[in-house]
């Protein structure tokens, strides 16, 4: 039928399986996806998924990279075409030379396919139904069976899956031992009937090593565990839902206190985003590390609390998992379109730390020094993770944690400080930081006692209306946001081989697609320096680089470039040095829409890299 | 100037309670209200009721949202942290609050306006949640710093100061506090200070959500004929169930009460309560007639004063988390953080 050749790629392809909301195809795409780690070879899955619960539409894409590219590369070589509703946009998708998988067991008229890809007709309904008699049965393992089938099209091993069987279910015999009956049943249905393998597939290799597979929402909620946090309040919304849910599973598993059973910590789901946010105030407000998570409609309803925060000074933890938006937006889609709503959240003047982790290491590392940070700066403190981050399973460097480590607990004085004659004025720079000490409510029966509050103040906290009161107050916390500067996570500089006066700066889960697209560009003859930002504010490092190169692209994925909006507006950057490249179709960027933006610009203005 | 230091005198004969702390320790700055503001009864009432439960007063955290009666903070408790939040969102502070550190006594200072309108879930919630909490609501029924608009407790056919009448049905936030699940319920009236401080202390010492609203004229602008919230409308129409005296834990009973008239109630920690009961046909302890008890007088125009419920096991928060004994905040890292060693098995398990 295929009129061009064939694709022939091995550990190096993009898979991609339509499926229908609900019918329990995500843990056997799961499975497909951690066997071929288990050979050794790095693959990143992402979820599109729809708002709903059951019946619409959902994909899961999966791309095979030896080399270690995590990104969305674009284009799909195999499409596992399950759900009839999605059928010609899902062909229409296939790289032309590609592979179409589908379930044969009711014939689809000829017209229906395109001649430049190669079919493969597995009758899965059939087999399934062959086998089982309970509908449920009969929907749960179809998936498996077609895990089987592709496993021979492919060149998996059926050992790898039969080891990740008997892992998941351990104990439980019966389900160990049908999940490897409706995984052979697909195997041997290809080994008699087709030709295996195909001209994409995958070979054992050894390029995972030590590295983890796991969510962003987990690894942020881990960090948080592990930084220290004994507090969370939350409201329910996609995609952050899954991150206290997974802080409360590792608070079950390392907070309880031997002997009591209590609970070294506290989870409240609280009524909206408005009381969540108000509690960890009151929380941070009394000494507690406290975070909430959340996403943007979320940070919208928290607004007033945070300039609250800000105002009067009280450490704050806020991890925004960043979906489409305005509005509601796309919820289960992602974006960084809320960089500019978080770092100038609130009425009046106000701006607000922002960190930006790339992966799920990233997550964990950067939750420990949020809650780090809130607590020596006084602030509130947000970690910018995405649905691409937050919701998919992510290869990583492993967790690491020094057993050194103390928790930075910022200027709190003591009963005895107090005692012993310092000076305390809630509101008063004495170390020329911006940041004063606090005391937190009951140190001492008769010192050191404030009310603390939105309005303006004196240095010693007292009630003032007085203009240069409140110009004292607000030029401090100008020097503590500069503070705050060196002591965020830095960027990160990557070299091209050859100087050139072309920059590219990116951040958050941009990152894999833009290393493998700085790869392909070098290919290409086009050299970039590249800076992956890390925080706002942005440390002398950001306007250094920035003044280095004569062009600096701003990769991003939202529509009004935020990022280069906070880079004109904080470093003063003459905006016609930045060129945007925007991605915001709800989807997660690719190397492919990266590099041809890049080479489309650069041809235009013919510039010499 | 809205900000007045208060001379720190001490009077020779004023007399020290059991923590070595005169009436004088626990007020606060100066108040910045209007003269003759029930609001400024209901401070003086608070300092009263701590310094006869001898509370050290670094031990107590005080909370309010926005407006009038959220300044009072200011004005009594000098020595404890205050924190004058957002408004009409004051319960979600103290909510955080009180999880960070279950060691303090939180007293919640919020207005009608704070708690019944812009506030209305905040206040629902914490009372659902049992947070252990003193939650008083000065309520006059109208919007003091903004000048005189009504508030959602205002009665229906009300009329303000201006002459227009308010034509929303009112919330009654006793009537909610009932329904949400607070296990101390009291209404009280900012003029009658020997009902409304053992109503606050037993409230302080209660080991649930503790909520009491205390009917409290404003002098400027919710004091003419026509209001339901003027001080003339509540002292012709106040029909108190019971009057109460409070008894800490340990202390010797000294006053002596006429048998019959008097009900013992025991609170978690054995503080006791003397309820007087005045109206015969009032069971404070049971939540549904409380309810009804209190609408059919509403109906009649009379306004129900006293202890209107109490649930003398009440459980907090803190019991429904499974809380440690040890405050969130006092934690160490040795308490909460489970080190490398753990660490490098959860990267076992996510390979």
Known sequence: MNRIKSIEAVNDFVIKFANVNGSGSASANELFAKAILRMGVPVSPRNIFPSNIQGMPTWYEVRVSEKGYLGRRGGVDIMVAMNPQTWDADLAEIQPGGYLFYDSTRPIPESQFRKDIEVIGVPLTEISNAAYTDARQRQLFKNIIYVGALSVLLDLDAAVFEKLFAEQYRGKEVLLDSNVRALHMGRDFVKEHLQAPLGIRVQRADNVGDQIFVDGNSAAALGCLYGGATFAAWYPITPSSSLPEAFQKYCDKFRVEEGSGKNKFAIVQAEDELASIGMVVGAGWNGARAFTATSGPGISLMQEFIGLAYFAEIPVTIIDVQRGGPSTGMPTRTQQSDLLVCAYASHGDTKHVLLFPEDPHECFEFAAAALDLADHLQTPVFMMSDLDIGMNQRLCKPFEWDDERRYDRGKVMTAADLEAGKDFGRYKDVDGDGIPWRTLPGTHPTLGSYFTRGTTRDAYARYSERGPDYIYNMERLLKKFKTAADMVPQPIVNKAARATKLGVLYYGSTSPAMQEALDALTVQGANLDAMRVRAFPFSEAVRKFIEEHDKVFVVEQNRDAQMHALLVNELEIDPAQLIKILHYDGTPITERFISEGIKLHLEAADVQS | ?351
């Open chain 2, 1 to 351: 100037m809205t900000y007045l230091a208060k001379p720190k005198l001490r009077h020779p004969t004023l007399t020290a309670n059991k923590v070595g702390y005169t009436r004088r320790d626990y007020e606060g700055r100066i108040s910045t209200l209007c003269a003759g503001c029930g609001h400024d009864s209901i401070s003086a009432a608070i300092i009263q009721a701590c310094w006869e439960l001898d509370i050290e007063p670094h031990r107590v955290a005080k909370l309010s949202g926005i407006g009038c009666s959220s300044k009072t903070p200011d004005y009594f408790l000098g020595a404890s942290h205050g924190f004058n939040t957002v408004h009409g969102r004051m319960p979600s502070v103290l909510t955080g609050a009180n999880l960070a550190n279950r060691d303090l006594l939180y007293l919640g200072v919020s207005g009608d306006g704070d708690s019944a309108s812009i506030g209305l879930g905040q206040f629902a919630n914490a009372m659902r949640r049992g947070v252990r909490m003193c939650y008083i609501v000065e309520n006059n029924g109208v919007y003091g710093l903004t000048k005189g608009q009504f508030s959602a407790t205002a009665d229906r056919g009300s009329k303000s100061k201006k002459g227009v009448v308010n034509r929303d049905n009112p919330v009654d936030l006793v009537g909610l506090a009932l329904q949400l699940g607070a296990t101390y319920v009291a209404r009280s009236f900012s003029g009658d200070k020997a009902q409304l401080v053992p109503l606050i202390k037993g409230a302080i010492d209660h080991g649930g959500a503790a909520f009491i609203d205390i009917i409290s004229p404003c002098v400027t602008f919710n004091n003419h004929s026509g209001s339901t919230k003027s001080y003339d409308y509540v002292r012709q129409h106040n029909e108190a169930v019971s009057r109460i005296d409070f008894m800490p834990v340990h202390s010797e009973i000294t006053v002596d009460y006429p048998a019959g008239e008097v009900t013992e109630v025991q609170q978690h920690d054995g503080s006791v309560l003397h309820l007087r009961k005045l109206r015969e046909d009032y069971d404070p302890t049971d939540r549904y007639a409380a309810l009804s008890y209190m609408n059919a007088h509403h109906a009649r125009g009379e306004i129900v004063t006293g202890l209107l419920y109490l649930d003398q096991v009440a459980a907090d928060l803190h019991q429904s988390l499974n809380t440690s004994d040890t405050p969130l905040f006092a934690l160490q890292e040795a308490d909460l953080c489970p080190g490398k060693k753990a660490l490098d098995k959860v990267n076992a398990s996510l390979r």
